[in-house]
């Protein structure tokens, strides 16, 4: 093993912009999601002048949002936040499968890596589980995921 190359990402900030697009659905939960990346970023050595914040409606917008943003170049990395929860109808389907895509098509047409801080659950239950409680907060891995990444993509070639 140790005659093998291995690349790997740290988990140091240096010299990198990033913006988390949050949605304002489900706003409860989203800003817990949202206190978590905000907390991990700045942890991990990032000021408040490389972090924007942007607000979208829902989880349906974030696909064109993040595309636009991740087309500016002004972002080394994108974090997702937002809670999509299951309600009685086909609605969640399709608005989840949407936002699933569409983040991850942006992110692979323009090189810019977004963390998926996007919640996909059953109930608010499961979602206050996944926003700062008993299962973590999912805000805060996707941000750690996203460090990880940026510092990655430095070195791979
Ligand atoms: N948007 C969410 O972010 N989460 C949800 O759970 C949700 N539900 O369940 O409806 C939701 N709907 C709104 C959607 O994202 C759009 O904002 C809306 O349809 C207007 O385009």
């Known amino acids: 093993m140790d005659k093998i190359k291995t690349t790997e990402g ?14 304002r659905f ?6 817990s999601l ?4 905000l907390r991990c970023l700045r942890q991990h050595g990032a000021t408040d002048a490389d972090i924007e914040i942007v607000r979208v409606p829902g ?5 064109v949002v993040v595309d ?12 997702a936040l937002g809670a999509v929860i299951r309600g009685g109808t086909p609605h ?23 963390g998926f801080g996007v919640l996909t ?3 608010i239950e499961q979602a206050i589980e996944r ?9 805060e891995e996707a941000a750690l995921a996203i460090i990880e990444t940026v510092n990655l993509l430095r070195r791979v070639d």
């Open 121 to 123: 659950v059953d109930s």
């Open 68 to 79: 636009k943003l991740a087309a500016s170049r002004k972002f080394d990395g994108i974090i």
């Open 131 to 139: 926003a700062g409680t008993k299962a973590g907060n999912k805000g």
């Open 26 to 31: 489900n706003e409860f939960i989203v800003d």
């Open 10 to 23: 740290d988990l140091m900030v240096r010299d990198a912009r990033f913006v988390i697009v949050a949605t």
């Open 92 to 114: 969640f389907d399709y608005v989840a499968g949407e936002c699933v895509r569409g983040i991850a098509s942006a992110s692979q047409r323009h090189g810019v890596p977004v």
């Open 59 to 63: 989880a349906f917008e974030m696909p």
């Open 34 to 37: 949202l206190k978590g990346a």
